[in-house]
């Protein structure tokens, strides 16, 4: 997503704004096998008003309609696909948000019937769930050789997950929480894939996270469910420039959204992962103080524990840190007793090998120590990447704009690294 075609005014204000300042060990042998596929079909009816009546339902034996989202409204994106229904009928949807709404086609062909529906889309796009998106409008209804114009519905079920973003939208703690989880390029309708949550930062959005981070090509190329919640207010909820109030209960709402990940989206509660930025990387961090039998490792970033006194995952837990020695928002110091604090719960030793990686781009002005500390469980290590000169910004990523917040690294993608290492673990009483 360019900025300059999808980022509103709105959220480069949002930008400008971000220099205010149970117990079950997990699996290292490698990634867990994932859950047997099952098999899915969208499902579809079509009905025209009038007389005679014309109705037609039933689950998807051919083809499939992909329903999608906008990263940033949370709203219906495009309704597209072919899929023939039982006995033959075809229904063709190509409808798309534009700027002034919704517009498209929509074609049903059911030769069976002697039935054809031809309508031109301006407008009457509904979205009644998460997974249930309705068109209704005036269409030419033809059977035989007489036609009308007729009001024409056409409900598609979604229920094979396609690739690219899908919003979810429930209330919890009295609040309206949304996130986006984007399934993979390549594989639709595959169940039993593994996930990564994303926390934002402060002031960040979604969208931005996925622009300035470029996780979408790394959820793609690795084949994991990226999910990306909105925090309430400016930040998450019991960390650092937080949410104060209401009493939202982030966890809470992370809990429920990791169970409608693995529901309605099928991922594997085995293979669930934290990660996140600045506000959102203290939040990651929190996860695994109060969530650690939901997620199997964690890869914080710009954003250590900030209260170790107060955390007690139960366990010990996989542990990859990401921080600039640069940073102007959040001291590199802070990262000193939050990698204490975990070696300590893992039972590391206190001291750590040190391995300067290769300075790939000499022109970013960073370069990267990886510090591993040594002697720990093979279940759970715990890695810190110094980075060198690094700022406040996404190691591999782009520095946010109009905001002096430091050098962004060119010598480490931080979204392949920490895949590789979360993706080792797994939480085996989850599986």
């Known amino acids: 997503m360019a900025l300059s075609q999808r980022t509103p005014p709105r959220l480069l204000a949002a930008l400008c704004g971000l220099t205010i300042a149970i117990a079950a060990v997990p699996v290292t042998a490698g990634p867990a096998t994932a859950a047997p596929a099952e098999t899915l079909a969208d499902s579809i009816t079509v009905e025209a008003a009038g007389s005679p009546a014309y109705r037609v339902s039933g689950a998807v034996t051919s083809g499939g309609i992909a329903v999608l989202d906008d990263i940033v409204t949370f709203g219906t994106q495009s309704v597209n696909g072919r899929a023939v229904l039982p006995g033959g009928a075809e229904t063709t949807l190509a409808i798309t948000k534009e700027l002034l709404g919704f517009r498209g086609t929509v074609t049903v062909d059911d030769p069976n019937a002697g039935v054809r529906i031809e309508a031109t889309v301006n407008g009457g796009v509904t979205r009644v769930s998460d997974t249930t998106v309705r068109w209704s409008g005036s269409a030419t209804v033809r059977r035989g050789s007489t036609?009308?114009?007729?009001?024409?519905?056409?409900?598609?079920?979604d229920r094979v997950l396609d690739p690219g973003n899908h919003a979810v939208r429930f209330a919890h703690a009295g609040q309206n929480r949304s996130a986006i989880v984007r399934v993979p390029a390549g594989r639709g309708g595959a169940v039993g894939l593994p996930a990564l949550f994303h926390f934002p930062g402060l002031l960040e959005t979604p969208a931005i996270a996925h622009q300035y981070a470029e996780l979408e090509p790394a959820a793609d190329s690795n084949g994991y469910l990226l999910v990306t919640p909105e925090h309430f207010g400016i930040g998450w909820q019991g960390v650092q420039a937080g949410t104060p109030f209401?009493?939202?209960?982030?966890?809470?709402?992370?809990?429920?959204?990791?169970?409608?990940?693995?529901?309605?989206?099928?991922?594997?509660?085995?293979?669930?992962?934290?990660?996140?930025?600045?506000?959102?990387?203290?939040?990651?961090?929190?996860?695994?103080?109060?969530?650690?039998?939901?997620?199997a490792a964690y890869a914080p970033?710009?954003?250590?524990?900030?209260?170790?006194?107060?955390?007690?995952?139960?366990?010990?837990?996989?542990v990859v840190m990401f921080h600039g020695d640069a940073d102007p928002l959040v001291?590199?110091?802070?990262?000193?007793?939050?990698?204490?604090f975990w070696a300590t719960n893992n039972g590391c030793d206190a001291t750590t090998t040190d391995t300067a990686l290769p300075d790939v781009d000499p022109r970013?002005?960073?370069?990267?120590?990886?510090?591993?500390?040594r002697n720990c469980p093979a279940s759970a290590p715990v890695v810190l990447y110094q980075i060198v000169g690094?700022?406040?910004?996404?190691?591999?990523?782009?520095?946010?704009?109009?905001?002096?917040?430091?050098n962004a690294s060119k010598d480490i993608d931080a979204n392949q690294v920490l895949w590789e290492f979360v993706s080792r673990f797994s939480l085996p009483n989850r599986r």
């Open 364 to 373: 970013d002005g960073t370069t990267v120590i990886r510090h591993e500390y």
């Open 147 to 157: 036609s009308s114009r007729r009001t024409v519905t056409v409900t598609v079920v």
């Open 331 to 340: 001291g590199y110091g802070t990262t000193a007793p939050a990698a204490t």
């Open 390 to 406: 690094g700022g406040h910004t996404w190691p591999g990523g782009e520095p946010y704009p109009l905001v002096p917040l430091g």
């Open 301 to 318: 970033v710009a954003g250590q524990l900030n209260d170790p006194a107060s955390c007690a995952p139960g366990r010990p837990v996989p």
């Open 246 to 295: 209401p009493d939202v209960d982030d966890p809470g709402y992370i809990r429920a959204l990791a169970a409608v990940v693995t529901g309605r989206f099928g991922a594997d509660p085995a293979r669930i992962y934290s990660s996140g930025m600045s506000n959102g990387g203290f939040f990651a961090s929190l996860t695994a103080c109060k969530l650690s039998d939901v997620f």
